[in-house]
């Protein structure tokens, strides 16, 4: 079983950064993909990011291009979620996902889900 842990939401003005983590721990196969969702009160949950585990390649909602970036330090197991030039319409419930592949996480199929880290950003 894999177990998915956020850290890093918290409570930021329009226009500032938070960065997010994600740790993967269990059995977990030997190559995997990560990625992230998020659901704002009264909305279905939507896909904002994945990244290979080649590290190189990478996917993003137009909603975040340019302002979040995604990355992963494969040695521990962590994907991380920068976010910058926040806006009050991407507070949110933050969710990690992983998956074998990053399609999977695109098509909002992932195996497994993380329990989410709230991220409010005020005007």
Do not use: H
Request: aromatic share 10%.
């Amino acid at each position: 079983q894999v177990q998915l842990v956020e850290s890093g939401g918290g409570t930021v003005q329009a226009g500032g950064s938070l960065r997010l983590s994600c740790t993967a721990s269990g059995r977990t196969t030997s190559t995997y993909a990560m990625g992230w969702f998020r659901q704002a009160p009264g909305k279905e949950r939507e896909f904002v990011a994945a990244v290979a585990w080649n590290v190189r390649i990478t996917y993003y909602a137009d909603s975040v291009k340019g302002r979040f970036t995604i990355s992963r330090n494969n040695a521990k197991n962590t994907v991380y979620l920068q976010m910058n030039s926040l806006k009050p319409e991407d507070t949110a419930l933050y969710y990690c996902a992983l998956a074998s592949e990053t399609r999977q996480i695109r098509i909002g199929t992932p195996s497994n889900w993380g329990r989410g880290a709230q991220v409010t950003v005020s005007s």
